[in-house]
């Protein structure tokens, strides 16, 4: 199974015009172009089902939407770099966040480091009713 493709060239041209037409219909795709950066794919954008992306992402390829009607297909991307990098960037907010702020007991609210009683629900750090004992 191949796991990664590389940039399309004008030899990939054809079984990427057999994808897109197979998916979208043969007058749905108007042209398919070889270029530096990638193929270009022209489709009648008057549907939106005539949008091939779906067909190409299906076989490894990684599709861009450049605008309505014209796709640009461009080789596959390491789904798990892109998750190491995705699980980085979201490991370092998550840090950001837990650094930043408390978590109330009560009503899972974040509220700022700096403050000891929850905005939303008036419960302290600890996890003290404010509001009901102040009554
Ligand atoms: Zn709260």
Redesign the pocket.
Known sequence: MQLTRTMPTKADVPEIRTIAETYSGDIAIISVTATSGGVLVRYDRRLYSNNPAPALDAVGYTTTSIREGLLLVTGAVDQLALLDAQIAALTERRAALAAATWR?T??A?Y?PTAREI?D????TREGHDTVGSAA
């Open positions: 109330c009560a009503c609210t509220t929850c939303t629900c008036g419960y």
